[in-house]
C-alpha cells in the first residue's frame, strides 16, 4: 500500500501483495477453530461467513481473474480488509494479555460501522467487474452435455453471491452493531432463538 502510494498508482498493487493476501486470508481458516474452542468468543457461523467470503473473493475472483486485479475497487477492498484486521488482531493480542487499551477496543467496535458497508462494495464491484470476462471465457463453467451430466455456470452463480449479500449483510451488520452496544455500552442482548 505505501508502495501505491509513492508511485502515485494503485496498478499492480493486487500483483506484489498477492502472495501475502492469499497466505494469509487462507490461513484464517484458523478463525473457526479459535471460535470453536473458545480462544475468541465469537459466534462460529458469522466468522464462517465472513472468511469463507474473504477465501472467496482472493481465490475465485481476484487471483483467478488478472483483468480485473487492477480494478479500484480491489483496492477499496484491500484497504478496508487491511485497516480491518489491523484493529481486529490488535484487539485479540491485547485482550489476551489483558491489557486492552480502550482506544483499541474503541476502534474495533465503531470503524466497522464505516468499513464494512465501504468494503461490501469493493467486493460487489470487484464481482461486477469480473461478470463480462466470465460470461466470455465460460469460466469455472461445465455445460451440457457431458460425462456427469450436470452443468453448472459460474457467471449466475456469481450474480447469485451478490444476490446473497442483500439477505446476509444486513445479518452480519446488525450483530456486530449489537455487540457494539453489548461491549460499549453494557448492554444485555436477548437474542431470539430460531
Not at 502510494?5 to 500483483?15: C, E, I, R, S, V
Not at 472468511?51 to 484491500?78: A, D, G, H
Request: glycine share 4%; with cysteine; aromatic share 18%.
Amino acid at each position: 500500500l505505501f508502495r501505491s502510494m509513492q508511485t502515485g498508482t494503485h496498478k499492480g498493487l493486487y500483483h506484489s501483495l498477492q502472495k501475502t493476501l492469499k497466505f494469509f486470508q487462507t490461513f484464517a481458516m484458523l478463525e473457526l477453530a479459535h471460535c470453536a474452542i473458545g480462544i475468541v468468543h465469537t459466534s462460529v457461523l458469522v466468522t464462517a461467513v465472513q472468511v469463507s467470503s474473504r477465501i472467496f473473493m482472493v481465490w475465485f475472483i481476484t487471483n483467478s481473474i488478472r483483468q480485473i486485479q487492477n480494478e479500484e475497487s480491489v483496492l477499496l477492498f484491500l484497504v478496508v480488509w487491511t485497516i480491518t484486521e489491523i484493529t481486529r488482531y490488535s484487539f485479540y493480542t491485547f485482550n489476551l494479555l489483558n491489557h486492552l487499551p480502550y482506544f483499541i477496543k474503541w476502534a474495533r467496535y465503531n470503524l466497522f460501522i464505516i468499513l464494512y458497508p465501504v468494503g461490501v462494495v469493493g467486493e460487489l464491484m470487484t464481482i461486477y467487474a469480473a461478470l463480462p470476462y466470465v460470461h466470455r471465457t465460460s469460466m469455472y463453467s461445465l455445460r451440457l452435455p457431458n460425462k456427469y451430466n450436470v452443468s453448472f455456470d459460474y457467471y449466475y452463480f456469481l450474480l447469485i453471491v451478490m444476490c446473497s449479500y442483500i439477505p446476509l449483510f444486513p445479518q452480519l451488520y446488525f450483530h456486530m452493531l449489537r455487540q457494539r452496544r453489548k461491549v460499549l455500552h453494557g448492554e444485555v442482548i436477548v437474542e431470539k432463538e430460531d
